[in-house]
């Protein structure tokens, strides 16, 4: 059974950092996609489909980020402890959202929530200004 489970979530001050991380475990295949999705508050009941993609990494390891994020978010994996991690620095308030974790065997990557398969059940990052 293919669980995803998220934690590090918390509150933070416009400008601090948070690392959030996802702990991934019952794949059969090693070849694994992963992603980092948020969605905002207010908006938990819009299509799964606007979830938006804020970083990702392929098989490979070759990542992938949003615009919104590039250079102050930082993905990576550490595959002894299957684990995904987000570090975020510089947040700003409109960063606040639920973060999700999101894998798919396979060896490309598509940063959109369609593509994913497998999802964690998220966790709260809130920036106060």
């Known amino acids: 059974q293919v669980q995803l489970v998220e934690s590090g979530g918390g509150s933070v001050q416009s400008g601090g950092s948070l690392t959030v991380s996802c702990v991934i475990s019952g794949f059969t295949y090693r070849e694994l996609s992963m992603g980092w999705f948020r969605q905002a508050p207010g908006k938990e009941r819009e299509a799964f489909a606007k979830?938006?993609?804020?970083?990702?990494?392929?098989?490979?390891?070759?990542?992938n980020y949003a615009d919104s994020v590039k250079g102050r978010f930082t993905i990576s994996q550490d595959n002894a402890k299957n684990t995904l991690y987000l570090q975020m620095n510089n947040l700003k308030p409109e960063d606040t959202a639920v973060y999700y974790c999101?894998?798919?065997?396979?060896?490309?990557?598509?940063?959109?929530?369609?593509?994913?398969?497998?999802w964690g059940q998220g966790t709260q990052v809130t920036v106060a200004s």
């Open positions: 999101a894998a798919e065997s396979s060896t490309y990557l598509l940063l959109t929530p369609e593509f994913f398969s497998y």
């Open positions: 979830r938006e993609g804020v970083a990702g990494i392929d098989s490979k390891g070759t990542t």
